[in-house]
Every structure is written in C-alpha cells, then in structure tokens.
C-alpha cells in the first residue's frame, strides 16, 4: 500500500514543498543565530526543523487516509473551531498588543492559524449541497454568516490579517461552487463603498498601518519602521545578495521580526533577485499544483477543499510579500512553509497533505 501511495504522489509538488521548507531552515538560520547567545544560537532553526519533521512524518501518516473522511466531520470542526476561537479570548496569552496565543506546556500555539484549515474543511462541506445554488443574497446570507461568525471572533483578537485570510478562502470557495458572477460583483462594490465606513472600526495601529503604508515617513521610528528597514534590505540584495550570513540589515538587528512576518527580506537582501526568483518560482508550482489538483479532483468536496487550501496559500504569499515590498499594508501575515511558527506550519503541511491526498484518490486506488 505504502508504495502504491508513494508512485502515485504528485512528487512536484511535495518537491516545491520541501524546496521551500529547507530553504526556510536555512534563512531561518542565518536571521537569528547572530541575535541568540550561546549553544542556543540555533534554537530557533533546530525548534523549526524538529517540528517540521514531526508534521512531516504526521502527514506521511494521514496520507494512508482517504480525504472524504473528513466530510463526516465538517460540522463537528466548526463547532471545535468556535471554541478554540472563544478560549483564546478568555485565557489566551497577550503579546505585541493581541491575545492570540494558548499555552500548552512549553508550546504557544496560535488556534487563529488552525482555524484557516478547519474553515476550509467545514465551508467544503457545507458548500458541496449549495453548488449551482448560489444565485441570490437569500441563498449566499447563509454560507456568509457561517464564516462570518469565526471571522468576527479572530478580528476581535485583534488579528486583521487572518480575518482577510478567511475572506480570500470564502471567495475562492464561493467562486468554485458557481456563485452569479453579478451578485459576487455587488458584494466587492458594496465591499469598496463600505471601506469608508469600516475605518472607524479598526483600532488606531491599524489605522497607522494604513497611514504608513501610504508614506512610511509618516511615522519613521514607529509603524513605518519595518516597511523601510525591509525595502532597504531588498534593494541592497541587488541581483546576487549579500550571501548568507551577511545581511547586514538582519545580521545587524535593523529588521524587526526577521524570522518571521520579514523573512522575505532576508532573501531578498541575502540571496538577492536571484535568491527571490528561486522562492517565488517554488510558490508559483505549488500553487499551480494547488489548482490542477482542484480541477482534477474526483468529487465536488475534493475540489472545494483545494480551491480553499489554494486561494489561503495565494494569498499569504501575495500579502506577505507586498508588504515587505512596500506595496501591501503591514498585517502580519506569515510567508507560508518559510516564516518561523509552530502553529503556521502545522497548518501549511497539513494543507498540502490534504492536496496530495485529493490528488492521490483522484482515481479509485486499487492495493
């Protein structure tokens, strides 16, 4: 059975995957070993890789297991989902102005990050009944509502950026089950005109995010920090990069959060143009994979799920790298399978595990 799974694995995509997956090992090295005392110069790659190995050898596991088996479970998911979400407001941990984190022995987990994947798993289950069933705001309120309940708990943290995530899985979905394309034209213009209004919503950071996003200068030492120290760090990558090591943007402590949200600076100032092309071509495959399984897919349910799975990775890729950019506001948004994080790469190998597993049962196995 074991190598029957094996012959039949889209080994292009699980190629991209580990390409990216070392190459975050690497970078996350170079960041932070300069900045950490000591033997524990390395803690932070070490911790990475560990528990990258560990989801990795989860997800060899659960490949053994056939997808649909999740459709059982959609709604249970979602309850799970709402409570982990509500927990975190009543004993999770604050840090850098958000209550996002539960403890769990020695490991701070972020439930906002799992709940991207239990989303995807509940909004394909409940969306596989609606398909071609999506043509009016009677028939789209209800499927809206269902993601707008666990959008409004995450936005409450306060985490902007996973709320947007959320927003980009339901539109991918909704798109996929065949939604009046007229009526999805409505939603963004009443989206656009609302913009206004929905200001006075955000808290005042959110607020200067937006600010700083227009002019960085408008707070050089505050909230526009980041934006310069990253879009100094790309440019002085020029074509080749610094080398490895080197950076002196990162190496030096200029770049904030380097490890993590800013971890596409380092390449960009490290490895340079060259070094970014490698990472954003290994993103352009895994998205393309991403999308021919969904249209190969066997069932409606498959399909829904890789088209979300497809649409978050797309989006933290495009978000996380326009903001380092210059060119997307600052949201914290992490680089998927790159940016350091427990809780975000348990949830990025799991949804690539979920893709190679819709792409292995595109056709009945016979063992």
């Known amino acids: 059975m074991t190598k029957t799974i094996l012959r039949r694995t889209d080994l292009t995509l699980l190629a991209a995957t580990a390409g ?52 059982g479970y959609g709604n249970k998911l979602y309850i799970f989902n709402l409570i982990m ?24 987990i972020q439930p906002s990050e799992f709940s991207k994947i239990i989303m995807i ?20 309120l209800p499927v809206a509502a269902y993601v707008g309940l666990p959008f409004l708990l995450v936005l409450k943290q306060p985490d902007l950026g996973t709320s947007l995530v959320f927003m980009a899985i339901f539109l991918g979905m909704v798109f996929v089950s065949g939604i009046n394309l007229r009526l999805l034209g409505g939603l963004f213009a009443t989206g656009i005109a609302m913009m206004p209004l929905l200001w006075h919503f955000l808290k005042d950071y959110q607020k200067m995010r937006i600010m700083v996003f227009m002019d960085p200068n408008v707070d050089p030492l505050g909230s526009g920090y980041h934006i310069i120290q990253s879009k100094i760090a790309i ?9 490895l090591f080197e950076g002196t943007q990162s190496q030096l402590d200029f770049l904030p959060e380097n490890h993590t949200d800013f971890i596409f600076a380092v390449v960009g100032e490290e490895l340079g143009f060259i070094g970014v092309v490698c990472l954003l071509l290994l993103y352009l495959v895994v998205l393309w994979r ?20 497809t649409s978050m990775l797309a989006f933290h890729v495009l978000v996380n790298v326009g ?45």
């Not at 979400?85 to 701070?108: D, K, T, Y």
């Open 20 to 71: 990216i997956i070392i190459m975050s090992l690497v970078i996350i090295g170079s960041a932070t070993h300069i900045n950490t005392p000591g033997d524990e110069r390395y803690w932070f790659v070490a911790r990475q890789g560990l528990f990258a190995a560990v989801n990795i050898a989860m997800a060899a596991f659960l490949m053994n297991f056939d997808y649909k088996m999740l459709q």
């Open 121 to 140: 798993v509940s909004l394909a289950t409940m969306l596989e009944d609606r398909v071609g069933k999506l043509n009016n705001l009677h028939e789209l």
């Open 290 to 309: 991403g999308a021919q399984i969904a249209k190969d897919a066997s069932d409606m349910f498959g399909r829904l799920l890789a088209v979300g799975i």
């Open 235 to 243: 440019g002085s990558g020029m074509l080749f990069g610094k080398g």
């Open 323 to 367: 903001m380092t950019l210059g060119i997307m506001p600052v949201t914290g948004i992490p680089l998927p399978l790159m940016s350091y994080g427990v809780s975000s790469l348990t949830t990025n190998i799991m949804a690539i595990a979920i893709l190679l597993n819709i792409q292995l049962r595109k056709k009945k196995l016979e063992f």
């Open 85 to 108: 979400l509500v927990a975190v407001m009543l004993v999770g941990q604050s840090a850098l102005g958000a209550q996002r984190w539960i403890s769990i022995g020695p490991i701070s």
